[in-house]
């Protein structure tokens, strides 16, 4: 037998509980604290994923000298190969070179794509 109920807690106005089985929705509480930490968990891995992505993409482009920073030609067609997938950057990445030494570390180029990444 299912039961539908609906209740509200702090963090949204209201949560739909289908039940079955012999339990009632009254049986069943939303622990915000915890969902709290849980969803500071799963960003902090997608964090993560983000940024083993970036680093493989940077590594991908400097397979040539194996030094830890993109060369401008390099910067340029790995820019030019994502714009041509459709990723977009809302300024030009070499706003992003910080010491202006006409390369990029891997540091420079994960900010350029979380920025990004974030617009």
Known sequence: QACRSTFSCGMAANFFCFCFGSRRPE???FDAE???MYLDKVGQ???EIIDDG???IFQ???QVNRENRLDKSQV???VNDLT???FVFPMDVWVFDF???GCMTLLEFKAAMMTALNT
């Open 99 to 101: 010491d202006r030494s």
């Open 45 to 47: 891995q997608l964090n």
């Open 84 to 86: 041509n997938r459709g």
């Open 76 to 78: 340029d067609k790995l």
């Open 60 to 62: 991908s482009a400097n």
């Open 27 to 29: 049986d069943y509480s």
């Open 34 to 36: 915890k969902f709290g």
């Open 54 to 56: 970036i680093a493989q």
